[in-house]
């Protein structure tokens, strides 16, 4: 059985930075898009960006200037770190299984962390 | 980016009404497109991929349809755990991957 487990999270003042990991349990790395996700009232479901087993990351153009995604297969676990953080970024942010099978989708999902931007 | 536009943005039905929500994307996307129902405080959960195929261990009352820019979600006979925001979301050729803005079904 699949299960993503999210870490931390919380409350952040505006110009710090965010990070989130994610715990995979009940599978390994190779074969699928590790994927963050956030979710907002003003701007619904976001694709934050991905990360595969061999480093292969990518990400939304909207903020790739500020995303860093890694995975670390000793802790099979996956980050997400976030810079220079705004209100605007205050949102559910989800950590997500890819694959690809005809389309691309996330069939596995964390159960998701609140994240705060406020001074 | 693919714009994805969901209609409507809400509805209400009754258990057992057959319910279409539909999703257009802003070109054409082909097949690439997936189906989530998402309900409050919980991660969205895969119904539909590749516009048409039903994820393993999801109702067969679920079903996609369409291609190109305009695709559809059906409940054939909606029941009462059924009531939830379904979105749709595109991954054709070029990133970032979208979202459509969500259809909230409410009971009647």
């Known amino acids: 059985q699949v299960q993503l487990q999210q870490r931390a999270a919380g409350l952040l003042k505006p110009s710090e930075t965010l990070s989130l990991t994610c715990a995979v349990y009940?599978?390994?790395?190779?074969?699928?898009?590790w994927t963050w996700i956030r979710q907002s009232p003003g701007k619904g479901l976001e694709w934050i960006g991905e990360?595969?087993?061999?480093?292969?990351?990518n990400f939304n153009p909207s903020l790739t200037s500020r995303v860093t995604i890694s995975l670390d297969t000793s802790k099979n676990q996956f980050a997400l770190r976030l810079s220079s953080v705004t209100a605007a970024d205050t949102a559910i942010y989800f950590c997500?299984?890819?694959?690809?099978?005809?389309?691309?989708?996330?069939?596995?999902w964390g159960q998701g962390t609140l994240v705060t931007v406020s001074s | 980016d693919i714009h994805m536009t969901q209609s409507p943005s809400s509805l209400s039905a009754s258990v057992g009404d057959r319910v279409t929500i539909s999703c257009r994307a802003s070109?054409?996307?082909?097949?690439?497109l997936s189906w989530y129902q998402q309900k409050p405080g919980k991660a969205p959960k895969l119904l539909i991929y590749?516009?048409?195929v039903l994820q393993s261990g999801v109702p067969s009352r679920f079903s996609g349809n369409g291609s190109g820019t305009d695709f559809t979600l059906t409940i054939s006979s909606l029941q009462p755990e059924d009531f939830a925001t379904y979105y749709c979301?595109?991954?054709?050729?070029?990133?970032?991957?979208?979202f459509g803005g969500g259809t909230k079904v409410e009971i009647k």
């Open positions: 997500a299984r890819g694959r690809i099978v005809g389309s691309s989708f996330f069939d596995y």
């Open positions: 009940g599978e390994s790395f190779s074969g699928y898009y």
């Open positions: 990360i595969t087993l061999s480093g292969t990351t």
């Open positions: 070109q054409s996307i082909r097949s690439y």
């Open positions: 590749t516009a048409s």
């Open positions: 979301q595109q991954s054709y050729n070029t990133l970032p991957l979208t």
